[in-house]
Every structure is written in C-alpha cells, then in structure tokens.
C-alpha cells in the first residue's frame, strides 16, 4: 500500500521555523523525485521545493534561501525544513512523489500526494 502522511504542520509567529515530514510507505523515498507543494485559500498549488532521486534539488523563487528539502533514508522521509516563515507562507502543504529525473516545481510531475498539512504564519 503505497501512502505519503505529512506532519509537522502548525502555527508560528513571523520568522519562526518549522519541519516538515513526509512519511512514505510503500517505496523507497531515495527512488523517487519528490517534492514539496502549497496551497493557500483561492488560489492555485503552487511548487515549493523538489528533490530527484540523485539528490539534486531545486527551489521557488520565493522560498530560496529559506526553506531546505531534504530526504531521510533511514526513516524513509521526506523532510522540508521552514525558517523566517512570513505570513504569505501560509497554506496547506503536500508532499508529493512521481518519476525519477530532474527535480521539479510542475504539479504535473507527480502522480502521488498525500493528505496535506496546515502551516499558519502570523
């Protein structure tokens, strides 16, 4: 039963941090591109950060500098690191696994997604 379960979700203050994990299970994580999307209310999911199954990453443009995606293979995870979170960082985060080249910010790259989870910036 191939499934993605994120966690870490919450609220925080303006330039704070949060983690958050993508458990898999059913695959191997190193296997796979994943990647880190964002839904905020009435607008679209947009690409957050991606990584390919050779460890290459790549990130949006409004997240650069600040947000690390990163994989743990020994907890098959998939984990974005959040640090100087701001208020339009506010939306419902998923992760998401499909193919295995480039990394990439494109919904349609992705054919798995799991459940979401709430980040709240204020």
């Known amino acids: 039963h191939v499934q993605l379960v994120e966690s870490g979700g919450g609220s925080v203050q303006t330039g704070g941090s949060l983690r958050l994990s993508c458990a898999a299970s059913?695959?191997?994580?190193?296997?796979?591109?994943m990647g880190w999307f964002r839904q905020a209310p009435g607008k679209e999911r947009e690409g957050v950060a991606s990584i390919s199954n050779d460890g290459r990453t790549t990130y949006a443009d409004s997240v650069k500098g600040r947000f690390t995606i990163s994989m743990d293979h020994v907890k098959n995870t998939l984990c974005l690191q959040m640090n100087s979170l701001k208020p339009e960082d506010t939306a419902v985060y998923f992760c998401?696994?499909?193919?295995?080249?480039?990394?990439?910010?494109?919904?349609?790259?992705?054919?798995?997604w799991g459940q979401g989870t709430q980040v709240t910036v204020s």
């Open positions: 059913g695959y191997a994580v190193s296997n796979v591109r």
């Open positions: 998401a696994a499909g193919g295995t080249w480039s990394p990439s910010l494109s919904v349609g790259s992705y054919h798995r």
